[in-house]
Structure formats: structure tokens, C-alpha cells
């Protein structure tokens, strides 16, 4: 089992910036997959960022150039910096580890992201 724990989200007027933290505890195999998904509301959930194992990283067209994502391996903790953030980026914003290897993937709770004046 691998249980997840988010933190960082808020409320923050438009143009601000966030920092999303996600640390992932219990049996953490070697290679995984760790990333941010974002569900607003009335909408499916849809990737924001994911970072495999090595130093790549996939982005949503949508955030490309305002989000980067991190991860300290050390720490099994994946980050989201989030910035220029628009009222569209609102949604409750997921952390995800996925274990290919092993087929399994496990979700944070959520952690609520709202970009308003």
C-alpha cells in the first residue's frame, strides 16, 4: 500500500503562484511514475504534469510554461510549482503515483486549487 499526502493548495488572485507538495509513503517500488491531475468541477479529471522515474517530465498544453514539476526521489515527494495562474486552473488538484511495472497506481485526497479576485 502507498498512502499519499497533499499539500499547498488555496485560494489566489489571478497572476499568483502556488506550490503544490505530494509525499508518498508505504512500499514505494524503484521505478514510478509521480504527477499532478486537476478535476474541475462538472469536468473530468485531466493530466496536469507527470515525471517518470529519470529527469523527463509531460505537460498539459494548457499549463505548459506556467507549471513545472519536481520530485525528490529521497523524499518520495513530488512538487507542482504553479505560476501566472488564471481562474480556468480552479479544481481540486490530484497526486498520483503509477508503478508500471507492478500495474498499480494510487491517488492523494485532493487538495482544492481556486484562482479568483
Do not use: H
Request: with cysteine; aromatic share 12%; proline share 4%.
Amino acid at each position: 500500500q502507498v498512502q499519499l499526502v497533499e499539500s499547498g493548495g488555496g485560494l489566489v488572485q489571478p497572476g499568483g503562484s502556488l506550490r503544490l507538495s505530494c509525499a508518498a509513503s508505504g512500499t514505494i517500488f524503484s521505478i514510478y511514475t509521480m504527477g499532478w491531475y486537476r478535476q474541475a468541477p462538472g469536468k473530468k479529471r485531466e493530466l496536469v504534469a507527470t515525471m517518470p522515474s529519470g529527469d523527463s517530465s509531460n505537460y498539459a498544453d494548457s499549463v505548459k510554461g506556467r507549471f513545472t514539476i519536481s520530485r525528490d526521489n529521497a523524499k518520495n515527494t513530488v512538487y507542482l510549482q504553479m505560476n501566472s495562474l488564471k481562474p480556468e486552473d480552479t479544481a481540486v488538484y490530484y497526486c498520483n503515483v503509477f508503478f508500471p511495472f507492478q500495474g498499480r497506481s494510487y491517488w492523494g485526497q485532493g487538495t482544492q486549487v481556486t484562482v479568483s479576485s
